[in-house]
Structure formats: structure tokens, C-alpha cells
């Protein structure tokens, strides 16, 4: 349950970027709004999907790179794709990462999150930040968000929970699947998984 979590908050926290606003910030402020609704909204509680995937596509989805995510979760087979392969295995990647945090949207109570203070300057284009999610019963979970500069502002490119990077983490699934069945393959079943109860990356145990 803790790692459910800790991988439904990794996927909310960075969202509503503001020009100019620290990376730390950043996830600090909307980590807190976003508690606050889930707190507040009894159908979000609840796992009312329509809801969830509301708030997803208000708070989170606009703020990701999720081409980069992709790229980097397909890893050196993305260069076998052609460009219509890369849209569809972006927007399947983009659906099971919202199916894997909607379906525990309900699990939150009293979570709260530690952002560690960041280091960037103005010419940093790249950068970690570090935090920790404070929960009742259990030890403190680390997530660290690898983010880049945009025009548009921070956005995330990869989560770390625990020490596990979630790309990292179905890069050898997706190198699998494309062993097995090419670009082509690995499509087909993202989007089988998608019409399936979605089931997130497992991270190690921690030490």
C-alpha cells in the first residue's frame, strides 16, 4: 500500500507551473493543493474516475514531458519507431501512467510531504528535487523528481521512488516486449493494459 502511494503522489505532485518559480517550490506549493482536494473531495476519496482524472488533467498531465518519458522509458528501441509509432507509444504511456495513480487516489488521508531545499540558478536547465512523504505508522517514503527547464517552466521527467526510477523501471519491461512482438508489440499491449485494472511499478524494498 505505502509503495501505491508513494507512486499516485510522485505522479500528482509537479503540476501548475509558474514562470520563474523555483523547481522546490514548485512542488511544494501544488503538493499541498492537490492533499487539500483530495482531503476535501469525497469522490475523489472514493475513486470516482471521472473526478480523478479531472483533477489529473488540471494539475499534473499539462506539466510532465511525457515525450521525454517515453523516449527515455523505450530506451535505445525508440529509435525503431517510426513517428506515428512514437505518438501512439506516447499516448499509451501517458494513459497507463494516469490509470496507475487514479485507481489509488482514495488511499490518501494524512500523508504530508518534506520538499528538501534545491540548489538552481538561473542558468541551471536541469535539476533533482528531494523529498520525503511523512505518513502515520511508517516510515518516511524518499520520491525525487528529475526535472528539466522549459519554456513553459519546470517539468518532471522522471520519478524516483525509494531509489527506483520509474522509466528505469519499465524500460526492461518495454525492452521485453519489443524483443517479443517489435514497436508494433509493445503498442498493442499498452493498450491492452489500458483497458485492464492498471497495477504500478514495484519498487525495491527499502533498505
Given at each position: 500500500m505505502f509503495r501505491i502511494v508513494a507512486t499516485c503522489l510522485a505522479l500528482l505532485l509537479p503540476a501548475a507551473a509558474v514562470a520563474q518559480e523555483a523547481p522546490d517550490a514548485l512542488v511544494k506549493?501544488?503538493?499541498?493543493?492537490v492533499l487539500a482536494v483530495i482531503k476535501a473531495d469525497k469522490d475523489v476519496q472514493s475513486g470516482n474516475l471521472t473526478k480523478v482524472v479531472e483533477l489529473a488533467e488540471q494539475k499534473v498531465l499539462p506539466h510532465f514531458d511525457f515525450e521525454r518519458m517515453t523516449r527515455l522509458a523505450v530506451g535505445r528501441n525508440?529509435?525503431?519507431?517510426n513517428d506515428a509509432q512514437k505518438q501512439a507509444l506516447i499516448k499509451e504511456f501517458r494513459t497507463l501512467l494516469v490509470r496507475t495513480y487514479s485507481?489509488?487516489?482514495s488511499a490518501y488521508r494524512n500523508q504530508t510531504i518534506d520538499v528538501k531545499p534545491s540548489?538552481?540558478?538561473?542558468?541551471?536547465?536541469?535539476?533533482i528535487v528531494k523529498t520525503a512523504i511523512i505518513q502515520q505508522g511508517g516510515p518516511p517514503i524518499s520520491i525525487d523528481y528529475?526535472?528539466?527547464k522549459m519554456d513553459s517552466g519546470w517539468k518532471v521527467y522522471?520519478?524516483?521512488i525509494e531509489g527506483a526510477s520509474l522509466v528505469t523501471t519499465y524500460r526492461g519491461?518495454?525492452?521485453?516486449q519489443v524483443q517479443r512482438g517489435g514497436i508494433d508489440g509493445l503498442i498493442k499491449t499498452l493498450q491492452e493494459r489500458n483497458r485492464?485494472?492498471?497495477?504500478?511499478?514495484?519498487?525495491?524494498?527499502?533498505?
Open positions: 506549493r501544488v503538493a499541498d493543493e525508440w529509435s525503431q519507431a485507481s489509488s487516489l540548489r538552481v540558478t538561473a542558468q541551471d536547465k536541469d535539476t528529475s526535472m528539466e522522471d520519478v524516483v519491461t518495454f525492452n521485453d485492464r485494472a492498471p497495477e504500478p511499478p514495484k519498487a525495491p524494498a527499502k533498505k
